[in-house]
């Protein structure tokens, strides 16, 4: 695999708490930049994904869907807490 090098200009609080959290990690700046980098890659992506998908659905056939589900009550351990 081959790297390419970039020079990232950070602001110093920025790089002090990377720096703070990679050591914690027990990793280095870098390696944790790359994870970080990765991350929001994956996240900006997953959520294109979704956009995508949401506007290849059906409303009729999502509210069909949502007919057929039965009224069961949840059970006891998948209740949501009571409003106030």
């Known amino acids: 695999m081959t790297k390419?090098?970039?020079?990232?200009?950070?602001q110093p609080s920025l790089k002090a708490a990377a720096e703070r959290l990679a050591q914690a990690d027990g990793t280095s700046l870098n390696h944790f930049i790359n994870?970080?980098?990765a991350e929001k890659l994956a996240a900006l992506e997953t959520?294109?994904?979704?956009?995508?998908?949401?506007q290849q659905g059906?409303?009729?056939?999502?509210?069909?869907f949502l007919e057929g589900a039965g009224s069961a009550q949840?059970?006891?351990g998948d209740r949501l807490?009571?409003?106030d």
């Open 47 to 54: 959520e294109q994904f979704f956009k995508k998908r949401a």
């Open 35 to 37: 994870i970080a980098v």
């Open 58 to 64: 059906e409303r009729g056939a999502f509210l069909a």
């Open 74 to 76: 949840p059970e006891e």
């Open 81 to 83: 807490p009571p409003h």
């Open 4 to 10: 390419a090098n970039y020079s990232l200009r950070l």
